[in-house]
């Protein structure tokens, strides 16, 4: 192995505003937009928000600070800020992902960027350039930890590999030194958790956790500040990231074309609200129950091929035909199938469907099998539907669901999901704050517009 830990250590440090692409910045801010959204109409609506809530308030943990929560009144003290907006963007499941690393970069990185962000006065620019570092920090690290294998291990990406992106993120608005940086990694290789047992009852562990890889990551680099002696090599050390969470470890990915190819670049967008390895179904079944008129009376049968860890996450029918809980039907192929083919579309609000008869008696008619054909390709998200009537079958495949980079949805497009989501909390404050993001370059000090996400 090389030094991966001091490569990315020294990239972090290194990366400067004016290096960037435009097209890099224009995307990192659009994703970040895309994160608001979900995080905003989180803090209202998802039913995991007031355990959190009232968790801090029993801790003590509660009290007002700098750092602006999405969709909330008040200030807080950054690392409960990062916590409560990782959370709140990851709840509804409608948050971006990373194919080839399968996870959610934005959820950890950017509460981590903009709690640091408000705490030190950083202007927008340093911002943005901080959050394109996490990013490319997290999914890197995820392609070199190989998604099927640690998925296998039982872990959950998005908080392991994110708890790195947020501290990076923190660590360049902090203006670390690489030794610095080397030693926030050291302190995240400790802090790196998040285990996939949310999947056997629904439980808000997944969102729980992302939060954590947020606030975990401010700390670390809150740490290395101050001189914290964090271990080296977290990544490629004997008992670093790589080795105790992988056993299919590819540690050149980390830092191969570090600099030049953007994995910023790699993000794609969810236009459902529900675990990605089910859009390419999703996107099939809307598709062909709009071309040939389908109705639930006429279908006979629905086989869905996904690749083996869409199986591993939304195929086991023993515990996922008839999720009664949110977390369980955004995980649940058979409920979100059964729904987009029953109304012909999917969105945030028709989670209360769960336990609806029709919706149920629909699933009972969808099989989900690994798809041999969607194995070894470089995004695993793609699907194979079939769907039996008493007219014939209809057949598609889907390789990548919409959504994804070579597809990235238009700028109005991005802009008006982010309002949908926003509106209802927001109300006439959206369209500011969204105009706000999207130039957020231009603005010398980044808590001018976080103050526009303020519910």
């Not at 905003?40 to 929560?69: F, K, M, N, W, Y």
């Not at 967008?269 to 009376?297: F, G, W």
């Not at 591993?312 to 729904?339: C, E, N, W």
């Not at 029953?342 to 149920?360: H, K, M, N, S, T």
């Amino acid at each position: 192995m090389t030094d991966e830990t001091a490569t990315l250590a020294f990239y972090v440090a290194g990366l400067d505003f004016d290096a960037i692409p435009q097209e890099v910045r224009t995307r990192a801010k659009s994703l970040t937009l895309d994160f608001l959204g979900s995080a905003i109409r989180a803090r209202r609506d998802a039913e995991s928000t007031p355990a959190i809530l009232q968790t801090l308030r029993a801790l003590s943990l509660d009290g007002a600070g700098p750092a602006t929560v999405f969709g909330d009144d008040r200030g807080w003290t950054p690392a409960v800020a990062a916590l409560l907006n990782g959370a709140l963007g990851h709840s509804l499941d409608f948050d971006d992902t990373h194919a080839d690393s399968s996870l959610h970069p934005s959820a950890p990185v950017v509460p981590a960027a903009f709690a640091v962000g408000e705490l030190v006065g950083a202007s927008g620019a340093e911002v943005l350039t901080a959050i394109v570092a996490g990013y490319e920090v997290c999914c890197r690290l995820g392609n070199a930890l190989d998604p099927t294998s640690h998925y296998a291990r039982g872990f959950h990406p998005t908080a392991t590999a994110g708890t790195f992106g947020a501290a990076a993120a923190a660590a360049k608005l902090f203006k670390l030194t690489p030794e610095q940086i080397i030693a926030a990694f050291g302190v995240a290789g400790s802090q790196a958790a998040g285990s996939l047992q949310f999947l056997v009852n629904g439980a808000w562990n997944k969102r729980y956790q992302v939060g954590a890889a947020a606030m975990n990551g401010v700390i670390a680099a809150t740490l290395a500040r101050q001189n914290f002696v964090g271990a080296t090599q977290a990544i490629e050390g004997i008992h670093g990231l790589l080795v105790g969470y992988s056993d299919d470890a590819h540690p050149e990915k980390a830092i191969a074309g570090l600099g030049t190819i953007y994995e910023t670049m790699k993000i794609g967008v969810k236009p459902y609200p529900s675990c990605r390895y089910t859009h390419a179904a999703l996107d099939a079944l809307i598709a062909m129950r709009r071309e040939h008129n389908l109705t639930p009376e006429q279908i006979a049968r629905v086989t869905i091929g996904l690749h083996r860890n869409g199986i591993t996450l939304t195929g086991d029918a023993a515990t996922k035909r008839h999720p009664r809980s949110i977390v369980a039907g955004q995980f649940s192929m058979y409920f979100t199938g059964a729904l987009a083919l029953e109304q012909g579309g999917f969105g945030w609000d028709d989670y209360a469907r769960l336990g609806d008869p029709l919706i149920d008696a629909l699933a009972d008619k969808f099989d989900v099998v690994q798809d041999a054909r969607l194995e070894g390709k470089t995004h695993p998200f793609g699907a194979h539907v079939a769907i039996s009537t008493e007219d014939g079958v209809h057949v598609r495949l889907i390789p990548d669901p919409s959504g994804e980079p070579n597809a990235f949805p238009s700028a109005e497009a991005m802009t008006q999901k982010f309002l949908q989501l926003a509106r209802p909390v927001l109300d006439g404050g959206a369209e500011k704050f969204a105009d706000a993001m999207l130039a957020l370059e231009r603005f010398d000090r980044f808590g001018d517009v976080a103050a526009l996400g303020r519910g």
